[in-house]
């Protein structure tokens, strides 16, 4: 076949695999389908303090004004934000189904149902009155578990609530400037404790019925003392003169930092430095930057503290793992600051000291250059 006629079936081809690829779906999101791994068991993970839960004022579906900190306090929170009109299947709906298939486990779960309450509050206060939000929640809510619809009396009351949660929200206007009633926003639920702080942060990839409760599970189990049978072995972990009967009734915190104390510390790192494990080469110092231990001891702190993060949230062990080889293996990709999608898969930092080129196209040649990135972009710990 000639070139002249070959193109145009070229072009067609074209256009249809570009029409093809814009017709399909929007894969969904994790929260509508099973849980593709085994969760952790409730307990046996923490959930530390990510900050305090913001207050403000807002409207129950009976018009009763409330301050959001009235809601909190007696029983764990999930709080989520959303607007009645949202079309987006993972967005607000996500959230809502999510939150659906949590209340009716939970029927099942009476003792774990009374001790949760779920709070859905609209940043469209516009058009989700309290009426509106009351009809949007009766095709939710099952039984006389406690789901509770919130809106705000106007926008002015509702924009501390939303500063105060980080929640970033943007209208959306047509090319001739007219609202289009379509909000643009990053989907968060928030899991809040007793004592009203903030215990985790769920996006649309970690968004799941089944996570959640766990997490929920494990705050309660937090909350109480458990007592354990003693491990097998457990005369090894005595010291002269314990009383192992003390020892049993202990709770189970004190037991964890106990046994923390007994049969594992800290790796002093400079040691490795001073003397690489057999194989390894000299480790290579800068002569303008001698280590030592003090600034060994503040490189540990910085790699696990969230507040070199924008939103304090985000921390370097949370896509380096150090249980996973300071990399992440559950995860194709990294996910940043906000549940922000990263292109590339965690690198493990393993022996990264001797490394001469840095990330994986090699683009830095200095760790104190390197170290810029991640905090600075934008889908990483985004700080400005």
Known sequence: MKLPYLLPILCLLTNAAVFAEEQKPNPLAPGYTALPFEPAKPGTYNLPIITKAADGEVITTNNQPKHLH????????????????CSDVNGCPLATQVLHKISRQLQKQPELADKLRLLT????????????????GEGFKTGDFDWQFLTTKDEAKLQPILDGYQQNVQKVYDDKGQFTGTFSHLLRVYLIDKDKNVRN???????????????????????????LPLPARADML?????????????????????????????????????????????FPVPKDNQLTNAKIELGRKLFFDRRLSLNNTFSCAICHIPEQGFSNNEM?????????????????????????????????????????????????????
Do not use: C
């Open 70 to 85: 009235d809601l909190m306090g007696d029983k764990l929170v999930l709080l989520s934000f959303i607007y009645a009109a």
């Open 121 to 136: 509050l609209s940043f469209n206060p516009a058009q989700d009155t309290p009426e509106m939000m009351r009809h949007y």
């Open 201 to 227: 942060i769920y996006s649309v990839d970690f968004l799941h019925a089944d996570t959640l409760i766990n997490d929920v599970k494990t705050l309660l189990a937090d909350a109480k003392p458990q007592t």
């Open 238 to 282: 005595f010291q002269p003169g314990d009383n192992k009967q003390n020892y049993q009734q202990a709770d189970y915190q004190t037991r964890s930092l106990a046994l923390a104390q007994r049969r594992g510390q800290p790796a002093k790192l400079i040691d490795f430095a001073l003397k690489p494990p057999l194989g390894l080469p000299k």
């Open 332 to 384: 194709t990709t990294a996910v940043g600051i906000e549940g922000r999608s990263v292109r590339r898969n965690s690198p493990s930092l393993y022996n990264v000291g001797y490394a001469q080129l840095l990330f994986h196209d090699g683009r830095e040649n200095s760790l104190e250059q390197q170290a810029w990135g991640p905090l600075l972009a934008h889908n990483e710990m985004a700080n400005p």
